[in-house]
């Protein structure tokens, strides 16, 4: 049959990135146990086009990823089907953003429970030919800030919130770092973590440390930067903070991003 996406187009315009957006599907995501861990997965997956041709074929990008979606997948896995896109559609540069909810044993304080707590995770990866995989870890964190002024300003108690901490950090060549690790890092810069599964005694012990570890917005924000900064193999990050504060009706917000020079 006719292959009307193949005609030329006369306009002249290069597209740097068409494909499918919003497709839902199953994947494999490595753990650091060596295991994997099943996760639903909203995935945008683009090629770029030369400006002679009218449109690219959809449906390779469905078929690929449904070549891959029952693959434990991380940085290799990924270059991997980006490869295998760029091939399969001659195209020269490839990306992909894979979203998806990823879970995490926590241990409760005190009581020692066990619950599963959920982050935001994004995979993104672009491979341009004959290149490596430029690739970026997305990660959402929550925490428990408390604030100093509050604290030293109030005869008892202390106002305190949830808060996110988004990261995205490139690595260099050959370097990478396991998901359960950066969460550790990351939540370790709050006042006090987020559990979801807490016994009276442990309330008591979170509301504790908290309460002994008062910060900012920005001392949260600056902790995160040299954590950053001393993690091996970083290249590149982008950080932000934000506090959904519980005594006004807006958010607390900081952010900043850097290159790292070794």
Same mark, same amino acid.
Not at 75 to 102: C, P, T
């Given at each position: ?75 290799? !896995?990924?270059? *991997? ?41 994004? +995979? ?10 430029? +690739? ?6 929550? +925490? ?33 770092? #396991?998901?359960?690790?950066? *969460? ?51 290249? #590149? ?7 959904? !504060? ?17």
């Amino acid at each position: 049959m006719k292959d009307v996406q193949s005609l030329a187009d006369e306009r002249g315009i290069a597209i740097q990135k068409v494909g499918v957006s919003e497709v839902h599907l199953p994947f494999l995501i490595k753990r650091k146990s060596g295991s994997f861990q099943s996760v639903l997965a909203n995935i945008k997956l683009t090629v770029d086009l030369p400006k002679e041709y009218k449109g690219t074929h959809m449906s390779r990008f469905i078929e690929v990823l449904s070549d891959w979606s029952q693959k434990p997948v991380s940085y290799r !896995e990924m270059e *991997a089907i980006l490869a295998d896109l760029s091939g399969r559609l001659d195209a020269r540069r490839a990306h992909i953003d894979i979203a998806f909810k990823y879970f995490i044993e926590k241990t409760a304080p005190a009581s020692g429970l066990k619950s599963l707590l959920d982050y935001d995770c994004v +995979f993104a990866g672009g491979l341009q030919q004959g290149s490596h995989l430029d +690739f970026v870890l997305g990660l959402t964190v929550p +925490f428990t800030s408390l604030c100093p002024c509050s604290k030293e300003i109030s005869s008892y108690g202390a106002h305190n919130q949830r808060g996110l901490m988004r990261a995205k950090v490139r690595f260099q060549p050959g370097r990478f770092i #396991w998901i359960e690790d950066l *969460a550790a890092i990351m939540e370790a810069q709050g006042s006090a973590p987020v559990f979801s599964l807490l016994k009276r005694e442990d309330e008591k012990y979170v509301t504790e440390l908290a309460y002994e570890n008062p910060k900012f917005v920005e001392d949260v924000l600056r902790d995160l930067v040299l954590a950053f900064r001393a993690l091996d193999g970083v290249a #590149w990050f982008e950080v932000e903070c934000e506090n959904y !504060e519980s005594i006004h009706n807006h958010s607390a917000y900081a952010s900043h991003v850097e290159t790292v020079d070794r």
